[in-house]
Nanobody, 119 residues
Framework: VQLQASGGGLVQAGGSLRLSCAAS????????TGWFRQTPGKEREFVAA???????YYADSVKGRFTISKDGAKNTVYLRMNSLKPEDTAVYFC??????????????WGQGTQVTVSS
């Protein structure tokens, strides 16, 4: 499976972005597909995940602001990010075939897309 993350960019605080994670080679039908983020000097942290049946999980820090969804026909998982804050600034990675927030359980990773939120 190859994952291609896109949609990052520069946005003002309070703004919105939608990240996309497109899979090639297979569908998102095993385990969870998740989004994680990382800033320099910090460990990669869980953001959100969606199961093959559509169940969703969110980190407390993004609950109510971010929405994860998937389009099976396009083999793509999305992360809609609203009410962005400067502390959301990070490189965002998508990952597949894992379980919930357990980073080490994910087998496949995309290349990351930079999200920068200005104050």
């Amino acid at each position: 499976v190859q994952l291609q993350a896109s949609g990052g960019g520069l946005v003002q605080a309070g703004g919105s972005l939608r990240l996309s994670c497109a899979a090639s080679g297979r569908t998102f039908n095993r385990g969870n597909t998740g989004w994680f983020r990382q800033t320099p000097g910090k460990e990669r942290e869980f953001v959100a995940a969606i199961g093959s049946g559509g169940y969703t999980y969110y980190a407390d820090s993004v609950k109510g602001r971010f929405t994860i969804s998937k389009d099976g026909a396009k083999n793509t998982v999305y992360l809609r990010m609203n009410s962005l804050k400067p502390e959301d600034t990070a490189v965002y990675f998508c990952a597949a075939d894992g379980y919930g927030s357990n980073l080490s359980s994910y087998d496949y990773w995309g290349q990351g897309t930079q999200v920068t939120v200005s104050s």
